[in-house]
């Protein structure tokens, strides 16, 4: 034992000999160099630490909470015990760039100023978006005194896209692509977003009456709600299918979902349906000051998109292109059908419904940028729910079509002569099966339109086709919208493909179309 405290007491006396002292209480540190030269105290010297404000530039005047921020020598900083052997009490000398607004015009620009500026920009953004509109569409609403949809919403008719002054669509689908794309004649160019530059998810009027934190105050929505689904949508779910609208007539949220659906949905689609109904941090509606929502707020949910497993025409930039110009309009695509659908995505062709959430939630909603994603506080989702949610989605149905068999034809005993005379027309000469087969209307492929042979401008490329089940129920038309009804859809389609359609073959199409 002696000889073992000798071992000690040499090696503690030579850590003291070394400039080293052996400290063993608990809670302080084991070993202080005492021969580490102090640190300047000149006032002149910590100074220098800190950014003066301009003479010039007064408006960079710091707030109490800026100043929390920025090292100040002369302030004492409270003594922090777990940061009291760090500079300056760990402080980072500089500015806290987390709360400069991304893309800010200059420092310390506050989120006061951009609100006030883009809102008094935004009666300007909306006149020329209407312009634009006006000038390619007739936007009077001409409802059909028939058909409806499913909740009640009449259905408009078009085409409504406006032709060259002494055109006909006759002339014009005898003319040959480089003819229209030399002339300027194409009626369906690529419809912008009204904010390009902002971008960002805009929502509809009808649903921000009922939810005003979607409001934004830099850029209104565009197309008239004449042209746009019902508000809410019905859901149908496939495991209940005689229940009909499950939803009961209501928007499916985090204070109903429960009601709605605990005897329906099994434990595991019920928390899929609370974390899609769950407001998450996106790019334009979060807690940062770069937002464009006037009040603070948690985010978006996945179902504020796509309300009640559908949609209601809200419309983003999609998150899969760049640079940003050549980031096309990209509208909320219907969940009905996802049980028996193989890829996701208008451009990512996503193999899963699990893989289509996780990536959804990082791109869409922080337009493909993760690193703004990380600035904003982000909430990772960990893969051990994914597959909750997508057990939720896979549950959405199509609504109810009585017209088709079981092969997803038309039964002839119900149908009408004009909606067979349609049918032919859409497994023959229209070719509207290649891509759009029976029974769910979809090939789980992606298709290139090569649009470029009509427009002054490069196509859009390879973009999924998407089922056409209850496809009366999803105006506008076109991943961008720029079809605002299923005739402009047609008179769209009659020309890209050259099909010279007579004006009786397009409304007998029509007429299938909506018996879908």
Not at 57 to 72: A, N, Y
Not at 304 to 318: E, I, K, M, P, S
Not at 489 to 514: P, Y
Request: net charge neutral.
């Amino acid at each position: 034992m002696q000889n073992r405290l000798s071992v000690v007491a040499a090696f503690v006396l030579g850590l003291t000999a070394s400039g080293f002292i052996l400290v063993a209480r608990p809670g302080e540190p084991v070993a202080v160099d005492k021969k580490q030269p102090a640190r300047p105290t000149d006032p002149a010297a910590e100074a220098v630490r800190v950014r003066p404000v301009p003479a010039d530039r007064p408006e960079l005047k710091l707030t109490e909470h800026d100043k929390s921020d920025i090292f100040d020598s002369t302030r004492p900083a409270p003594v922090t015990p777990a940061l009291k052997n760090q500079p300056n009490q760990g402080r980072i000398t500089g500015f806290d760039f987390a709360r400069d607004p991304l893309n800010s015009p200059k420092p310390f620009t506050t989120f006061e100023e951009i609100m006030k500026a883009e809102s008094a920009a935004k009666p300007a953004v909306t006149a020329a978006q209407r312009k634009l509109l006006e000038t390619r569409y007739d936007l009077a609403p001409k409802p059909d005194p028939q058909v409806k949809m499913l909740r009640g919403k009449p259905i408009c008719v078009g085409p409504t896209a406006r032709l060259t002054e002494g055109q006909t669509w006759d002339q014009l689908a005898g003319m040959s692509p480089d003819e229209i794309r030399k002339n300027n004649l194409f009626p369906y160019p690529s419809l912008p977003h009204p904010l390009h530059t902002n971008g960002g998810q805009v929502f509809p009027p009808v649903q921000i009456a009922m939810f005003p934190r979607l409001e934004r105050f830099d850029v209104e929505f565009d197309i008239p709600n004449e042209f746009l689904p019902e508000f809410p949508p019905a859901m149908f779910l496939q495991n209940r299918p005689e229940l009909g609208d499950a939803s009961r007539g209501q928007v499916v949220s985090l204070a109903n979902f429960r009601e709605l659906f605990k005897e329906i949905m099994t434990p595991v689609q019920l928390e899929g349906m609370r974390l899609l109904l769950t407001p998450l941090p996106q790019e334009e509606f979060n807690l940062t000051d770069d937002r464009k929502s006037s009040a603070p707020q948690l985010g978006v949910a996945c179902l504020d998109c796509h309300v009640n497993g559908h949609t209601t025409g809200q419309f983003h930039l999609t998150p899969d292109v760049r640079p940003q110009d050549r980031r096309f309009r990209i509208d909320t695509t219907s969940l009905r059908g996802m049980f028996n659908q193989q890829i996701h995505g208008s451009k990512r062709s996503l193999r899963s419904v699990e893989d289509f959430t996780e990536f959804e939630q990082r791109t869409a909603y922080f337009n493909g940028d993760p690193i703004r994603a990380m600035k904003k506080g982000f909430q990772e989702l960990p893969r051990s729910v994914i597959p909750h949610m997508a057990q939720a989605q896979i549950m959405f149905d199509f609504p109810p079509a009585p017209k088709l068999d079981l092969t997803g034809r038309l039964d002839p005993k119900k149908a009408t002569e004009g909606e067979a005379r349609g049918e032919k027309l859409f497994f023959g000469k229209a070719n509207c099966a290649v891509c759009h087969p029976a029974p769910f209307y979809l090939d789980d492929k992606m298709h290139d339109l090569h649009l470029e042979r009509f427009l002054n401008e490069p196509g859009d490329g390879p973009i999924k086709a998407f089922t056409l089940r209850g496809i009366k129920e999803s105006p506008p038309y076109l991943h961008d919208g720029r079809c605002l009804t299923l005739e402009d859809a047609v008179e769209f389609f009659n020309l890209v493909q050259g099909l010279k359609l007579t004006q009786q073959e397009k409304a007998d199409l029509v007429a299938f179309l909506r018996c879908l």
